[in-house]
């Protein structure tokens, strides 16, 4: 077996073991696109070697995605095929494992109109909307990994030839997942140790708001009474402990949606359905966005905000130190699961249940007079670095550092 073949496979055992923890007799539902089938069929084995009843594996394919949403009619840009939604709706409804293996173009879909960007991509999640619910209770145990391809690498290294800059890819993300650690799980269990044990301290904080501050940013957030910070692994409703996103860096938690005062800046681009967000700045006021100031594309910015009533609100604020293992690489991804985790980030949209006390419980009206947000979108953009400070404000007004030029001042 060479190296990259035995790189491979603890790629996947970490997948199935950490991310899924799939159970014996559990079914597993993959979902993936066919850029690179050969790590599909390891992670398929290892599920089964786990003890899966049974692994299905649901192929999508990017090139007809694009065809779909060049040449198809505005109308016809609603339909969903049948089977697609019942197939997730019914994994999640199940309580199997869901994997989300995601091989990324973050220029997919540039050059089209953004409205038939939107009216794909909200036909999609409309259909997946009882899957998408379930998912934000973490009713079933669910993980999102990444698979490079031609133009993802090409992306991020684009001085290397085709061949290598995949090679490279793979290289990074092997890296910061910590698969070339002489023991993958039981480095990611101390990581995830050490990332509940933060969670632990800043829920037992209780502030009353965040305020987030540097030369571009001015922000101030408010925190729902019962807010829970969250990262690194999550509980299923069975009580099975599983990491939702490989890599994970953050911790975080929901913003009060009528609650975001101030304006921002972003850090690190936005890749909104294959269109590239450079830089761009949202104000806010009493929670919603007010006004959007992008470098480009700005249309697609402010059509991804009208998506719902929710889009133009905050569902999640979460912190990540600027020495962490992505950030160092001094390297853009292009892609939000990569960035998301380099760099402290706010998401516009939907709030998880599970960030708020008895939210899992609560209606839709209810959930958000406590405080969440409910949208068909949840789009992360990055806001830290090395020169943000936040500051958790207590529920007497005072003040105290949480976190300083980029890094954690909070001791836990």
Known sequence: MSDFDARLDRYAELAVR??????????????ATRGEPEFVYR???AAYRAGASLVHVLWEEDAIELLRVQHASRENLDLVVDWFAHAFNGAAERGDAILLLHSPDPELFAGIAPEQVAAHRRARLGALRPMLDAQGRNDFQWSVCHVPNAAWARRVFPDSAPASSVTELWDAIFSICRVDESDPIAAWQTHIAQLAKRCQALTAKQYRALH????????????????????????SRKGIVFAANMPTEEVFTLPHREQAEGYVTTTRPLSVSGVLIQNFTLTFENGRITRVRASNAQNVLETLIATDKGAAHLG????????NPIARRNQIFYDALYDENA????????????????????????????????STIHEDAMIGSSEMNVDGVRADGTREAVMREGEWALEV
């Open 18 to 31: 950490v991310g899924l923890n799939v159970q014996p007799q559990q079914r597993v539902f993959i979902r």
């Open 212 to 235: 987030f501050s540097s030369a571009q940013t001015d922000l101030t957030l408010g925190l729902p009474r019962g807010h829970i910070w969250a990262g690194g692994a999550s509980t």
């Open 316 to 323: 999640e604020v979460a912190l990540v130190p600027a020495s």
């Open 343 to 374: 760099a402290s980030h706010i998401a516009l949209g939907a709030a998880y249940r599970f960030t708020l006390e008895d939210g899992a419980a609560m209606t839709a009206p209810d959930f958000c007079a406590a405080g969440g947000n409910e």
């Open 43 to 45: 992670v398929t084995r």
